[in-house]
């Protein structure tokens, strides 16, 4: 058999085993997980959210790539320690219908929307907000292109395009992962809202040990897909026009191909530019490349509370920010005024030439504010008082329409 031949049929053979496990895995996301509490179930609770870490087997660890991982698991903890059963189902399960009465639903994305008639009237139903309002989103990432298109000539696809959905007009109450920017973006609706701090997938050892004059000037940009959403093209071409700073890019480069071909020489060829890729956040080599940065430069257009900066305050990072990353920085890092390069350029130069004691105080104080408001601790004991608050919330505004109801018939008689 000619060796084109065996290549090819090893080729479509190696094609076929990927699509049957692609489809395997699919199928395991629509099945239902349930879970029982170690008391008298109270009722029952559907969470639609992510299923893979309820799929994980006896002893297996919670990955650490996605502060998801541990929260989807956190907030089914949340209403088992009320005592209620809970039942998991994956965000994007469309073949779900309830067969039973929930006393909460929670969703994530377009479930809420689709499920809310099957719901029995008194479900207490919660959107959960992980992202900003998905019609600012979309707009946001098409202006960063449109902006980008001006300044390079360039044009780029969206990357995180994605169809909004009404879970908010829906839904009873939401929990927010973000600041007021976040909310904000889903104030329209008029629903109350709980701000819940996002855990962070890993901690590090304070960041005293640093040596600040050596890496002053050492900067990190540091996220996930959506390059351009999250201001890696501005943040590159910035770094280009400094040559005597130094920029790592740590992030899914590679799976963005029109990107990297459009910044290949920033990323690749520029000598003070160091292009690494994604990175475990649990590595040494990340904490390695953490250590010799001084801060993070993200500025990104739009996100619920963005898990990378979070993850960089954890290890000592001074934050260089917009306001749409969703993250507050106090008075240990920086909101940019605008997008500009020149706003950018300019607050790196400002921050890297303060002195060395100002910049190792700014560092602590970016860990102990990670430390003190970002783990999953926080995260746990944040939603719960959340729940509580909406259970109290609602059995209010059930008396208050019970003795409305007394009243209005004791007039009538």
Known sequence: MPNNTISHLATSISSLIKKVKTRIDYIKTLQVVSLKPNQPSKGNVLLSYRIEPFLLKPGQPVPNDQSWNWECLLIAQTFLD??????????????????????????????LEALAPF????????????????????????????????????????????TPNLGIEYADYAT??????????????????????????????????????????????FGGSALVLKGLDLVLDAFAQMPEYHLTVC?????????????????YETPNIHTHGWIDVSSPEFLEITNN?????????????????????????IPILTYESGV?????????????????????????????????????KAWEYARANHTKEKFAE?????VEQMIEHRQKKQASFTESSKQSVSSYS
Request: hydrophobic share 40%.
């Open 251 to 267: 992030g899914p480069v590679s799976n963005d191909k029109e990107f990297e071909k459009a910044f290949y020489k920033e990323l």
């Open 119 to 162: 719901l029995n009237k008194d479900c207490i139903k919660i959107f959960h907000v992980d992202i900003a309002n998905m019609v600012f989103r979309n707009a946001a990432e098409c202006n960063r292109l449109l902006e980008l298109q001006q300044r390079r000539g360039i044009t780029l696809r969206p990357q995180r395009f994605e």
């Open 293 to 317: 940065c001084l801060g993070l430069v993200y500025p990104s257009v739009s996100e619920g509370q963005a898990g990378a900066v979070i993850t960089s305050l954890q290890a000592g990072l």
């Open 382 to 386: 944040a939603y719960r008082s959340a």
């Open 82 to 111: 009320l005592g209620y059963s809970v039942d998991v189902i994956q965000f994007y399960n469309d073949e779900f219908v309830p067969q039973k009465d929930y006393a909460f639903f929670i969703d994530l994305r377009h479930r």
């Open 176 to 221: 927010v992962l973000g600041n007021n920017f976040t909310v904000n973006t889903f104030k329209y609706a008029n629903k109350p809202m709980f701000r819940i701090p996002i855990s962070s997938s890993y901690v590090y050892p304070c960041p005293d040990g640093k040596d600040f004059e050596t890496i002053k000037k050492r900067f990190l940009w």
């Open 328 to 364: 507050d920085v106090h008075d240990f890092g920086v909101i940019l005024k605008d997008y500009s390069l020149e706003e950018i350029k300019a607050t790196v130069r400002r921050i890297a030439n303060l002195p060395g004691e100002d910049l190792k105080l700014m560092s602590r």
